[in-house]
């Protein structure tokens, strides 16, 4: 879940709407699962633990909104009866970090069991891998667990992905085949930041650039943060893709806000590594 900075509004914005105004601070993505928006999504109040009208202004309420896509919407309404004071949210927690992150995601291979609409299996299980998020504390499980972050088809304790056949054919919920294709993605992207490395052109900024491009395209940052560290364990280079810079090359600086920027409002203490080492 990628950490998230907010700006102050500036007193020429106060009047926007909320969604556009989340939108240009911590671009179009869901601040719960990391995936790219559609053109419809939702704003959540933390602190009342309610839905906000969108096209409203934040008014006072500004340091207390996110956003949510669909599908993490529905998986709010499914738990909104439990309270909110116990989750890890994103804009006041590190919620990822390179080392000991609270969020943890790897690949894992899953018991898959697909459904009919009587709840009656469809043919034998099929052993899968997923992009399976989990928590190192209780505050990141309770939050995945109430957002439903890897479904609410998936038992966590037994790897096993117990899913109706039309829901996976409508993408009700496509988060976690979504990550996993993130993943895929990430790790091809790996391997060509290491193949430029190996054949010595010296200049991997436009490698980097095409890199920053697919991250932002697929989404799921976290996904893109893990793959990339556990493959090169490279601070600098994780903070050039996804560090929330416009130019890859150097030439630019870390900004706050959208929309010519890839990953705005990324909060900077993720990279705690680097702070550690100077």
Same mark, same amino acid.
């Given at each position: 879940m990628r950490p998230l900075k907010r700006m102050t509004l500036p007193q020429e914005l106060e009047d926007g709407s909320a969604y556009g105004l989340l939108i240009d601070v911590f671009g179009p993505y869901c601040s719960f699962s990391?995936?790219?928006?559609?053109?419809?999504?939702?704003?959540?109040?933390?602190?009342?633990?309610s839905e906000y009208p969108p096209e409203q202004s934040p008014g006072g309420n500004w340091d207390n909104l996110l956003l949510f896509?669909?599908?993490?919407?529905?998986?709010?309404?499914?738990?909104?009866? !439990?309270?909110?004071?116990? %989750?890890?949210?994103?804009?006041s927690e590190t919620t990822f970090r390179l080392e000991d992150s609270p969020f943890v995601y790897a690949l894992e291979?899953?018991?898959? %069991?697909?459904?009919?609409?009587?709840?009656?299996?469809?043919?034998?299980p099929q052993e899968q891998e997923f992009a399976i998020v989990r928590g190192s504390n209780a505050?990141?499980? #309770?939050?995945?667990?109430?957002?439903?972050?890897?479904?609410?088809?998936?038992?966590a304790a037994e790897g096993r992905l117990r899913m109706p056949y039309l829901d996976y054919l409508s993408r009700r919920d496509a988060r976690l085949h979504?990550?996993? !294709?993130?993943?895929?993605? #990430?790790?091809?992207?790996?391997?060509?930041?290491?193949?430029?490395?190996l054949e010595g052109r010296g200049?991997?900024?436009?490698?980097?650039?095409?890199?920053?491009?697919? #991250?932002?395209?697929?989404?799921?940052?976290?996904?893109?943060?893990?793959? %990339?560290w556990n493959r090169f364990n490279d601070v600098g280079l994780l903070s050039t893709v996804l560090g929330a810079?416009?130019?890859v090359r150097g030439e630019g600086e870390l900004l706050g806000s959208g929309p010519h920027n890839e990953f705005p409002g990324t909060a900077p203490n993720w990279l705690d590594l680097e702070l550690k080492a100077a």
């Open positions: 990391d995936e790219p928006l559609p053109d419809v999504a939702y704003v959540w109040d933390k602190t009342n633990n896509s669909p599908a993490t919407r529905d998986a709010w309404i499914r738990h909104r009866d !439990q309270s909110a004071s116990n %989750l890890s949210l994103p804009d291979k899953v018991e898959v %069991l697909y459904l009919d609409e009587s709840g009656a299996q469809l043919g034998g505050p990141a499980q #309770a939050t995945i667990d109430m957002f439903d972050l890897n479904t609410e088809y998936f038992d979504s990550r996993t !294709q993130a993943w895929r993605r #990430a790790t091809h992207a790996a391997e060509q930041i290491a193949l430029e490395a200049n991997r900024g436009p490698v980097l650039a095409q890199v920053q491009n697919s #991250a932002a395209s697929t989404g799921y940052w976290s996904v893109w943060a893990t793959v %990339l810079r416009t130019d």
